[in-house]
């Protein structure tokens, strides 16, 4: 059996860098081995990773990454105007003294505080100057974060969607598991324990869909469920869907009552979203995100728009929506500030209240439920 250096020994001087490169792409594809946590008997589960649950409403994909980008090239893109996004000084007094009233507050695209129970929660934390695998390019933010790391309360549990970029930033991570007092308790889907454990992040509890992980709170227990969203995962051009994606539904008891928010991650429309209906019985507030979906052929069937965002609304049977997933990096041909000119034709289409389903402010708190009357 020839070794790979005398294989490549054998090979002419100018095909060495190339054969080198491909044996490298091979060892690394074959690397991505079949999860450790593969159950042939659940329907998103393949050996080398995940699918979504249905099809998408939308028929076949057409994907072509070349394609967009050729068109890209060739259009003339409306421009972001990041000015026009509404921010507000966050009130970080009260996030630091509150210890059992029900707030959120939106820290710009996915990221959000809850508090909830008297834990201090946080949603897809990006805090970065860039939503990119690499420091020098890539989608850079337009709108500054609301607050620092530093300026959080102490964050008690952190709830990844999925490992995209702008989804799952390296240096916020980290940052957070540096915090004082010790790092917060990382949930992640299947998967994407492995990238925190090589990031140093060794505090996490992995999920699958329909999973439950109780977590001890100051207030009682707090309840976090992993839930299906119609997406995918990748990191690198090799690991397509060799981690899980979803979205998290946080339920606790708040002034004698159940309290239960959802964050839907990113998503296309699929039918999960009747069953997570079904089974929770609605939300008091729900994120969904409502930007990032052009050009339509490329995004439809992984990124909803405005109105099948409503349609999320509905089916999930919450009160209250926040329209997130916008304002920050401009991922798609959409730009930063869409929402805030297609919500309301969308919300009117479908008849859904104005103060049910809005964009929120940068940095504002909105107390759901206050815990003593
Ligand atoms: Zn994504
Ligand atoms: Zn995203």
């Known amino acids: 059996m020839p070794t790979i250096t005398s294989f490549l020994a054998a090979a002419p001087r100018r095909w060495r860098f190339p054969c080198l490169f491909s044996l490298l792409v091979v060892v690394l594809a074959g690397c991505a081995t079949p999860h450790d946590a593969f159950d042939p008997g659940k329907p998103h589960h393949r050996p080398g990773g995940f699918v979504n649950l249905h099809p998408s409403p939308h028929g ?39 210890r059992s009233d029900l707030t959120v507050t ?18 897809d934390p990006h805090f970065g100057p860039r939503a990119s695998p690499v420091p020098f390019a890539g989608p850079r933010r337009l709108t500054p974060a609301p607050l620092t790391i530093e300026q959080l309360p102490r964050i008690d549990v952190v709830l990844i969607s999925h490992n ?33 454990a090589d990031a140093g992040v060794s505090r996490t509890q992995r999920m699958d869909w329909w999973e439950r992980h109780v977590v001890p709170g100051p207030a009682g227990p707090v309840e976090v469920h992993f839930v299906p969203a119609h997406h995918w995962s990748s990191r690198t051009p090799w690991d397509r869907g060799s981690t899980l994606w979803g979205g998290f539904v946080v339920q606790a008891v708040v002034a004698g ?13 699929a039918p999960d979203f009747q069953e997570i209906g079904r089974r929770f019985g609605g939300f008091d507030l ?8 052009l050009p339509r052929w490329f995004m439809k069937s992984i990124h909803v728009d405005e109105e099948e965002a409503v349609r999320i609304h509905l089916d999930v049977r919450s009160r209250l929506s926040w329209g997130v997933h916008w304002g920050v990096f401009r991922l798609c041909d959409d730009p930063i500030d869409g929402p805030m000119d297609k919500l309301p034709a969308a919300r009117d289409r479908l008849a859904v209240p104005v103060d049910a389903f809005v964009l929120p402010v940068l940095g504002q708190t909105r107390v759901l439920r206050r815990a003593a009357p």
């Open 164 to 196: 995209h970029y702008d989804h799952l930033d390296a240096g916020s991570v980290q940052a957070l598991a540096r915090q004082p007092g010790g790092s917060p308790l990382f949930i992640v889907p299947l998967g994407v324990e492995r990238w925190m």
């Open 60 to 98: 076949n994909e057409e994907r072509s990454f070349l394609r967009w980008q050729w068109e890209r090239l060739q259009s003339d893109l409306p421009a972001d105007r990041p000015e026009r996004v509404p921010r507000v000084v966050p009130d970080i007094d009260l996030l630091r003294s509150n």
């Open 257 to 269: 009552e159940v309290a239960r928010l959802y964050f839907a991650g990113d998503t296309g429309y």
């Open 286 to 293: 729900s994120m969904i995100p409502v930007g990032c979906y």
């Open 106 to 123: 939106w820290l710009g695209h996915s990221s959000a505080l809850w508090q909830v129970a008297g834990l201090n929660i946080l949603t």
